[in-house]
């Protein structure tokens, strides 16, 4: 029943979008210039704004899960362990303008989609046993991946659109943000989720434990022992923790090489742009 649901909430969505994109192509004033994605430059820096909410704002949901289920923090606890993330993020930010100065923006925001998916992928090697010293390391490191992202992401926006249509400009690259957030935590809470069921299906089957795939994702769901299974709290813990950090892995991953794609997009109008002042510049050489 749920899931006959949720396809008819995304079906109908899709279509609401479809109608909204037709509604823009033909009213003289549209909230959205559609035109603005002709530029492959403009179009390449949505695309950034949508995978810093898919793989960097998604992500800090992730690491609530993984510190309180795979290490045993508390919810609170689990809160002030990922302060690293926002100090780094603050620091990195205030400095934005004089690097950009030094470095260029372009440089900035390329450099700072690259550490996010690279320290997502870093981050995927977690276990319940990894010290917090190292977590706070690359949760530092992620902050200041985010710290050159986000201000980068939106100064680039606004150079690549004319002055009059900067408001729509930046409410399309904050809708995108958003958006990217809400798939992100439900994509990839359900592959941290499957996984993680997975990897205690396993291991209840090695431990012979009778309908262990029900009880799995009994298990994960309810982060705790589900009635039926009769194992002793020195087994069954260790289990779903491993369980929990299997699913941050593999949530991780995915999250990391969508933020390195980011990179590869914006090379990909640097490199037209490029061709076309050496074309430019050949014709007007004499």
């Not at 302060?83 to 700072?112: D, E, H, I, K, N």
């Amino acid at each position: 029943m749920d899931g006959a649901v949720n396809a008819v909430g995304l079906i109908v969505a899709v279509v609401a979008l479809l109608l909204f994109v037709v509604v823009e192509s033909r009213v003289a004033r549209p909230l959205l210039p559609l035109n603005l994605f002709r530029d492959l430059t403009y179009a390449s820096v949505n695309f950034a704004s949508f995978v810093l909410g898919f793989s960097g704002y998604s992500s800090l949901f992730l690491f609530s899960i993984f510190l309180q289920q795979a290490q045993g923090w508390s919810a609170t606890q689990a809160g002030w362990r990922m302060v690293p993330v926002f100090l780094a993020m603050a620091a990195t930010a205030s400095r934005f303008g004089p690097l950009a100065q030094r470095y260029g923006m372009r440089r900035l925001m390329m450099g700072g989609y690259g550490v996010l998916g690279a320290s997502m992928l870093a981050l995927a090697s977690f276990t319940p046993q990894t010290s917090y010293v190292v977590i706070a390391g690359f949760f530092t490191v992620l902050g200041i991946g985010l710290g050159l992202a986000v201000p980068a992401t939106g100064a680039a926006a606004m150079v690549a659109v004319p002055r009059a249509v900067s408001g729509s400009a930046s409410a399309t690259l904050n809708a995108l943000r958003q958006s990217g957030m809400t798939i992100g935590i439900a994509l990839l809470g359900t592959v941290m989720g499957s996984r993680a069921i997975s990897a205690m299906s396993g291991a209840l089957s090695e431990a012979r434990v009778a309908d262990a795939a029900t009880l799995a994702g009994l298990a994960v769901q309810r982060h705790e022992m589900p009635a039926g299974l009769t194992l002793g709290p020195d087994l069954f813990k260790p289990m779903l923790a491993g369980a929990f950090a299997q699913g941050f892995s593999s949530a991780a991953i995915c999250a990391g090489l969508f933020g390195l794609l980011v990179p590869l997009a914006l090379l990909v109008p640097l490199a037209l742009l490029l061709k076309t002042r050496r074309s430019n510049t050949a014709r007007s050489t004499p």
